[in-house]
């Protein structure tokens, strides 16, 4: 079965770019969606179709996605950017998530 | 405005079988390319994918567990029903449900999700 792997955790400071990965085999073939979630909150969609932004989703989230690789930036974090990120992809007839990455900014 | 709500048990015997429903406004399940799809998330864990219903009825399930799961829609009624048997405390989680919208820009992500439902499974 497919599978979506991401790093557990990445660190930026406040004002920096993040960049989380999302690591599939040939992903660059697939779409690639990534959600926020906060704690205690449901998950939020901030890119769809690898580099595409949902209305009310800042500019500063963008997405690419080539090879077997999948990476959602995160552009002059701030704290509020503070949540896990999940990339999602559809393989054949199943939805399947990645692991999640929990993005702190310090 | 798209939302949906989700609603059932929050607490279920182990065996027992689980039943969720999610009630949608914004948008109707008859209408082409739309779907909606339910995700769990045990506690501490990453988001899994359970099972999807189509406008047109088609339905897919999560490989592992489509022995045991179920999901089916009443447009009239604007809600979308799913069960879980023998429900074990593994199955233990928050339960969301969340719309699609297949094809165009979105690509078939899950654009709007509900607040989701905390199930327990213990005796």
């Known amino acids: 079965s497919y599978e979506l792997t991401q790093p557990l955790s990445v660190s930026v400071a406040p004002g920096q770019t993040a960049r989380i990965t999302c690591r599939g085999d040939?992903?660059?073939?697939?779409?690639v969606h990534w959600y926020q979630q906060k704690p205690g909150q449901a998950p939020v969609l901030v890119v769809h179709k690898d580099s595409n932004r949902p209305s009310g989703i800042p500019e500063r989230f963008s997405g690419s996605n080539s090879g077997n690789t999948a990476t959602l930036t995160i552009s002059r974090a701030q704290a509020g950017d503070e949540a896990d990120y999940y990339c999602?992809?559809?393989?054949?007839?199943?939805?399947?998530f990645g692991g999640g990455t929990k993005l702190t900014v310090l | 405005q798209i939302t949906l709500k989700e609603s059932g048990p929050t607490l279920v015997k182990p065996k027992e079988t689980l039943t969720l429903t999610c009630t949608f406004s914004g948008f109707s399940l008859s209408s082409s390319g739309v779907s909606v799809g339910w995700i769990r998330q045990p506690p501490g864990k990453a988001l899994e994918w359970l099972a999807l219903?189509?406008?047109?009825?088609?339905?897919r399930y999560r490989p592992f567990l489509r022995s045991r799961l179920t999901i089916a829609k009443d447009t009239s009624k604007n809600d979308v029903v799913l069960t879980l048997t023998n429900m074990d405390p593994v199955d233990t989680g928050t339960y969301y449900c969340a719309h699609r919208q297949a094809g165009g820009a979105l690509a078939g992500a899950f654009d709007v999700w509900g607040q989701g439902t905390v199930v327990t499974v213990s005796s």
């Open positions: 219903i189509y406008w047109d009825d088609e339905k």
């Open positions: 040939n992903i660059g073939s697939k779409n």
């Open positions: 999602q992809v559809w393989d054949t007839t199943a939805a399947i």
